[in-house]
């Protein structure tokens, strides 16, 4: 292990000591006191050879006979409990940091920007959250007990060698240094491995999901075989990487086995000469040649807690990864959420406005200037990809604009908190997102207060009391991962009574309808005029029909705004509205011919 690794492990160590151990120092020290216990009490086991073997097995000892069972029965009682108490105080600790970090983790994510979500795939936080926490918390939870206990085990074993022969005592320790540089390598190997093992497990984590939450699409192209040949390689690999990982971690404890086969061969030649010799008693030499076998023990688990740590240490690079992650987009410390009354009315005005994406040159948007006037609904319009999405989701603040300005009532976004900021609009997207829980649950979701009048009138100002009516369990009924039991349909109208709930003063509307049949559409262009009552809303749909009466409609192209106006202007005006237009309902008039 270089010094730039040792000094990584070194502060990672310190990091993980400070911030998750330190504050159980109260159970981490009476954990320690139990440590000292063990092995003061092995030490003694070792060193009460000498007069098991002299006093009583030679010098036929009557008393001695009697009282060394009793002291060794005690010790025992004494060991047990220090080895219990020891033990549930560390594993405290130990599930605690894994809490600790997990929590820490997930607050921190959660808060990242939509740019560093859409740049790593969830498996890959996932596996960071589960893999990772748990081997670091295997690792620390083995560091802290077994070098400590092993430690100190060690240390008492070697005062009772020197106690009975400081000359052997330092002929057997010799093999210890011979030992260092073999472990040292086995641990750098074995830290590179444990990283690429983790990486694997995020790939086989995010492909895992994307193949269950694809299953229609798998079935419906009979691409099982293809996505089962794909997850064999992900589980291949992590296999590959996991045996390699136990070859090179089963070498340190046959080479303890040979080199400590080496020293107590050597010990038992030279000590058993003493005793013929009569340079020293069968008593000393046994137990000193018990301390010896006992001393062993520990350093091997020494050996191989090197190996554990490495790994360990693997994941904690990972897992501070995340937690060092800070966001770009950052939040007033003062925000100024005073100077805007929700009930006056309050302009949205963009300025000058520029975007583009991290580690892209590209520009998405170029120079928009656009004011929307309380009470307005504006029509975003054009073709796929040029921004419209994209400028709508800077309203919010889940990007920050590459250069112009963003206010409302003259205040720039930027100077109000996320809460006040976010509360001030509701968006219903067509990629609607549903949790795995109940109806209500997901209405509600995001709605600081509400009664169930507020859910009744909601649900019914969307359209969606029909069908949950009809449903066993009514508002209770669970709508599975991403609402798979519920129609594309039901799904929007479960959003869109979601904005109902909020109550929000400003409505960002996403092809609100893009996954309606025709029969549905009404019901919730229906729904959208009541949502759109005494509200300012910014409005993208790629159906014209319901946008056409809106008062105005901004024409975008290539990240621009082209042309603004209203239906009739804009289709004398506008080539691209017009041919926009023309499409859609030329495609209408054709299915009637059709059927006609």
């Known amino acids: 292990m270089n010094n730039k690794t040792k000094k990584k492990t070194f502060n990672l160590l310190k990091r993980l000591f400070l911030d998750y151990v330190k504050k159980h120092k109260f159970k981490l020290t009476l954990s320690i006191i139990c440590m000292v216990i063990v092995a003061a009490a092995t030490a003694i086991n070792a060193w009460m050879m000498q007069p098991v073997l002299d006093e009583i097995f030679i010098n036929k000892n009557q008393t001695l006979i009697i009282l060394i069972p009793i002291a060794i029965i005690f010790i025992a009682i004494i060991k047990g409990f220090a080895s219990y108490f020891q033990s549930i105080l560390m594993s405290f600790i130990g599930y605690k940091l894994v809490a600790d970090i997990q929590n820490e983790m997930f607050n921190s994510a959660i808060k990242f920007d939509l740019a560093y979500h859409s740049q790593i795939n969830s498996g890959t936080i996932v596996s960071r959250f589960i893999a990772d926490v748990g081997a670091l918390s295997r690792g620390v939870h083995n560091v802290i007990i077994n070098i400590i206990k092993d430690f100190l085990t060690f240390i008492f074993l070697i005062g009772v060698m020197f106690y009975h022969d400081t000359k052997l005592a330092f002929m057997a320790l010799l093999v210890f240094p011979v030992a260092i540089y073999p472990i040292r390598r086995i641990g750098k190997r074995l830290r590179k491995i444990s990283k690429n093992t983790q990486i694997g ?80 008693t069968p008593g000393t030499f046994f137990s000193f ?152 649950y997901n209405i509600c979701y995001g709605a600081k207060k509400y009664n169930d009048n507020d859910l009744k009138v909601a649900s019914k100002k969307a359209n969606c009391d029909e069908f949950i009516n009809k449903l066993p369990n009514s508002f209770n009924e669970l709508v599975g991962e991403n609402g798979t039991r519920l129609s594309g349909g039901q799904k929007q109208r479960i959003a869109i009574a979601r904005a109902f709930i909020r109550n929000s003063p400003f409505l960002l509307l996403d092809e609100a309808t893009s996954s309606l049949d025709s029969k549905s559409e009404k019901k919730i262009q229906d729904s959208i005029t009541k949502l759109l009552s005494n509200k300012t809303a910014l409005i993208i749909a790629h159906r014209l029909s319901t946008v056409m009466d809106a008062d105005r409609i901004v024409i975008m192209n290539n990240g621009e705004i082209i042309d603004i106006g209203k239906h009739k202007s804009l289709m004398k005006s506008s080539k691209i509205y017009r041919h926009l237009h023309d499409l859609q309902f030329k495609r209408k008039d054709d299915k009637k011919i059709i059927k006609t």
């Open 201 to 280: 497990f995020g790939q086989l984590t995010s492909k895992l999901s994307e193949s269950f939450s694809a299953i229609k699409t798998i079935k419906a192209f009979n691409s099982e075989n293809f996505e089962s040949n794909k997850i064999e390689k992900e589980i291949q690999n992590i296999f590959d990487l996991t045996y390699k990982s136990t070859k090179v971690n089963s070498i340190a404890r046959p080479l303890m086995e040979i080199l400590s086969g080496l020293a107590i061969g050597g010990i038992i030649f030279i000590g058993g000469s003493q005793v013929i010799l009569d340079q020293t």
């Open 289 to 440: 040649l018990t301390a010896l076998l006992m001393a062993y023990q520990p350093v091997k688990s020494l050996a191989s807690l090197n190996a554990t740590l490495q790994i360990a240490m693997a994941s904690a690079e990972r897992v501070f990864e995340i937690l060092d992650q800070k966001p770009l987009i950052k939040e007033v410390k003062v925000p100024s959420d005073q100077f805007i009354n929700l009930k006056s009315k309050n302009n949205l005005k963009i300025s000058k406005l520029s975007f583009r994406y991290q580690n892209s040159t590209k520009f998405v948007l170029k120079n928009i200037n656009l004011e929307i006037f309380s009470g307005e609904r504006i029509a975003l319009v054009g073709y796929s990809g040029v921004g419209k999405t994209t400028l709508m989701n800077l309203l919010p603040r889940f990007f920050d604009p590459s250069k112009g300005e963003i206010e409302i009532s003259g205040t720039d976004i930027k100077k109000l908190s996320f809460g006040f900021l976010r509360n001030y609009f509701s968006m219903v997207s067509q990629d609607i997102v549903l949790f795995d829980e109940t109806i209500k």
